[in-house]
């Protein structure tokens, strides 16, 4: 039987265990709407993703609130609030 590896990159792997919660922001003003990942880890580093590029980090910071001003000053609006991993 043959298997496919369906991972979009192997920074997925590290990112999957060592997360504590998500949240997806978008950006509503464009055609389809542009979405982006933040993700805070378990070391208290918060780093936003952007799926259209492998899930590279474009930002990263020690603290949530310059994570999400940063967001907000792009016009990102969140979507319905925090996935936690202990949720999952």
């Not at 265990?17 to 003003?29: G, K, L």
Request: no cysteine.
């Amino acid at each position: 039987m043959n298997t496919t590896n369906t991972m979009l990159s192997p920074e997925q792997n590290q990112v999957e265990n060592d997360w504590e919660f998500t949240e997806v922001w978008i950006d509503p003003m464009l055609n389809p709407p542009y979405l982006l990942l933040l993700l805070a880890n378990t070391q208290g580093k918060f780093n936003i993703y952007d799926p259209a590029k492998d899930y590279q980090i474009i930002f990263s910071t020690d603290d949530y609130e310059t994570a999400k001003l940063w967001l907000l000053e792009d016009e990102y609006e969140p979507i319905q609030g925090k996935f936690r991993f202990d949720d999952l």
